[in-house]
């Protein structure tokens, strides 16, 4: 496995995008990105081992203190997990997203919705 | 949401380039894209005979289509009707209030882009709590569960899942008063994206 495959291959780094600009009570399109495997436990290695099944399952979104969403996944979302969904961007507070796997991994993002 | 736009500038794209191909390269040359560009072609459009030339009928077969899910290989299988019963009880399923967009012949199982989005109301009284994406054909049938509020204004969802082979896809959204509305569609991936 190369180095580049290797390191795509270890869950990192979430991202939450906002646009640049918004105003108060606006509909914002958030978009957020997990690197992350996304593990079936379906495949092999080349050499014939299996690879263990690791995904994430669990988004937890919050907008300042309220949990705005929440999606439930299996395996079936592609590897490095995208998902992009509307905010009413009503007060300024910060977006948190949670994602946690089926390893017990914790990763976490965040954004400051400010109006402009 | 740049998903619609992109999809269908694509499709008109394809539907000028075509016929340019057959003139430039006359018929023979002409079989090689129109066969890998066939199942694109919009419903409606003249079929101009590949499907029948190539003997398989595939390309026809493909965009003909329908993509309301009343195909009878499209009805649920027990295991999809199992999941959902689990879902939604014996509630009625109804058609409409759903849109998904997805490439009906995606190059890469792996990664299939899927857009849902709802015109139902987000309001505190009434809202969609969930929607779910279940691919009949998949390993895990149910493959996710957005749960909403009404802080996000409008049902809409864009993410990209996996499918193990040509399947029925279903996006359901499920109302806090207990309404269910799906929309169903046929999909082509070229490749096993779950093993």
């Known amino acids: ?116 | 949401m740049p998903a619609v736009p992109v999809v269908l500038s694509r499709r008109s794209f394809l539907g000028r380039l075509l016929p340019a191909f057959g003139a430039a390269l006359g018929a023979v040359a002409a079989l090689r894209p129109a066969a890998l560009l066939g199942g694109r072609r919009p419903p409606g459009a003249p079929s101009r005979g590949i499907g029948a030339l190539r003997g398989d009928g595939s390309a026809a077969s493909r965009a003909d289509a329908p993509r309301t899910g009343r195909d009878a290989d499209d009805e649920p299988s027990e295991a999809v009707k199992k999941v959902l019963r689990e879902l939604f009880g014996d509630r009625e399923i109804r058609t409409g209030h759903v849109q998904l967009d997805m490439p009906e012949d995606p190059p890469d199982g792996r990664l299939v882009p899927v857009f849902i989005e709802s015109d139902l109301p987000m309001a505190p009284d009434d809202y969609v709590k969930a929607v779910h994406l279940l691919v009949d054909k998949n390993p895990d049938i149910h493959v996710a569960a957005f749960e909403l509020t009404p802080a996000l204004g409008l049902a809409s969802i864009d993410t990209r899942i996996k499918m193990r082979a040509t399947s029925v896809v279903r996006a359901i959204a499920e109302t806090s008063r207990g309404e269910v509305w799906w929309a169903t569609r046929k999909i082509f991936p070229a490749t096993n994206g779950c093993g």
């Open chain 1, 1 to 116: 496995m190369s180095a580049r495959r290797a390191a795509r291959a270890e869950p990192g780094q979430g991202r939450i995008l906002l646009p640049e600009s918004i105003q108060r009570g606006s509909l914002v399109h958030v978009r957020t990105l997990l690197s992350h495997p996304m593990h079936t436990g379906l495949f092999n290695t080349p050499d014939g081992e299996p690879i263990a099944a690791h995904f994430v399952q669990d988004v937890v979104v919050r907008y300042g203190e309220e949990t705005i969403a929440r999606f439930r996944w299996t395996s079936g979302i592609s590897r490095d997990p995208f998902v992009s969904f509307p905010i009413r961007a009503d007060r300024e507070a910060p977006l948190r997203v949670t994602w946690t796997d089926n390893l017990g991994g914790v990763f976490e993002a965040s954004a400051e919705v400010r109006f402009s």
